[in-house]
């Protein structure tokens, strides 16, 4: 069964005004560096995303996302390389074309086509599901202290039980816990500092604090990861668990599968976030689950297609207990699906369907559509 045409849609979709950050501030979150920018200087809803329109000669239709940010020399390359390819004859384990930040993407539309070829959902590829809906938790980037019990509040009325926060060293991050904890005293944090509390020091003076007050369900990537002996001291040091984000899509920071397995054999960690694609995530769950720790599917702040994957990966994950990193339309306007994913806070429920289970908003795509882009045989 051939690939006959894929089309391509770049599209720039918008967070909801006061979804990212308190009133003033200006902290981008796209850490890759953007042509000649550098890396935290661009918010993320300002980069380009694209979809991919997989169409197999008989008509059936498989869809992926790409990360932000994508390179369309590569994109080329991989579309020309996959059209009049037997869709049968692909491993889907393993595919075709080197790994590169635009692979998820790819392997997501060929795999919701495979299934759908198939008669089955996109799950079932991956064994089955152990679960048919996932814990979720809610999500903001940097806030000024006035904001957090609004905040707290907000997501609580909603049915959040966990809320994430980016964070560096210039937040009072112990002072949002603390009216976290006056104000919506059953929700937990999670802080995430993307490495830059940047020496054990700084995160032992926060972490005396977040310990005292006991809301941290837990903290990751607080220093760089090259230090992963500081990541074991921290974990030593008090009973604020240790999280380790393994990101794939990052090839360009180095990071890798083997990633998990230093922190495992390290006694760095105490679970994971991890975030790629449907096989690389069965193989890191793999990981964690034999080292009997948890971990949580995480995100780029993506579309409804990416998002349906995680879905997908987190169901058949034995380890994925911790809240996964998937929002809805929480935080961007449109998540360019017709239906949006089920989520009754704290948990989204696994798409009903063959392949992915979805239905893209094709009126949506054109109202946000930036350029399109189509490769035939």
């Known amino acids: 069964m051939k690939i006959s045409r894929i089309t391509c849609f770049e599209v720039i979709v918008p967070a909801h005004p006061g979804a990212i950050e308190s009133k003033g501030f200006n902290k981008g979150l796209h850490k890759l560096p953007l042509g000649a920018k550098a890396g935290w200087s661009v918010q993320f809803d300002e980069v380009p995303k694209l979809l991919v329109q997989l169409e197999l000669k008989n008509g059936i239709i498989g869809w992926g996302e790409l990360y932000r940010s994508h390179n369309w020399s590569t994109v080329d390359a991989i579309c020309e390389l996959l059209i009049g390819q037997d869709i049968e004859s692909l491993t889907l384990q393993k595919l075709p074309f080197a790994f590169s930040r635009e692979y998820d993407g790819f392997e997501c539309a060929i795999w919701d086509a495979y299934a759908k070829l198939k008669g089955m959902r996109v799950v079932d590829l991956l064994g089955g599901s152990v679960k048919d809906k996932v814990k979720v938790g809610a999500w ?68 005396d604090g977040l310990q ?50 230093q922190a495992i054999q390290l006694s760095a960690v105490d679970g994971f976030n991890f975030n790629c694609g449907l096989a690389d995530f069965q193989r890191l769950d793999h990981i964690a689950s034999a080292a009997e720790l948890n971990c949580w599917h995480g995100s780029e702040i993506d579309l409804g297609i990416l998002e349906a994957m995680y879905m997908h990966s987190a169901a058949a994950a034995a380890s994925c207990n911790w809240p996964s990193d998937i929002f809805g339309r929480l935080i961007r306007e449109h998540d360019l699906l017709k239906s949006p994913l089920k989520i009754e806070a704290p948990y989204a429920h696994l798409p009903e369907g063959l392949g992915l289970g979805i239905e893209v908003d094709m009126d949506a795509v054109k109202h946000y559509q930036t350029k399109q882009k189509a490769y035939t045989l």
């Open 212 to 261: 005292e007050i006991g809301n941290i369900l837990c903290l990751e990537d607080p220093l760089p990861r090259w230090q992963l002996n500081e990541y074991h001291q921290l974990r030593n040091y008090a009973s604020v668990p240790i999280v380790l984000h393994v990101s794939l899509p990052y090839i360009i920071h180095g990071q890798r599968i083997k990633d998990s397995i």
């Open 140 to 207: 903001s980037s940097h806030r000024s202290q006035e904001d957090i019990a609004d905040l707290a509040l907000k997501f609580q009325n909603m049915g959040y039980t966990c809320m994430k926060f980016k964070s560096d060293l210039e937040d009072d991050v112990v002072g949002w816990c603390r009216t976290i904890a006056e104000t919506a005293p059953e929700m937990q944090v999670i802080l995430d500092p993307n490495e830059r509390w940047l020496h054990a020091f700084e995160a032992k003076k926060r972490i």
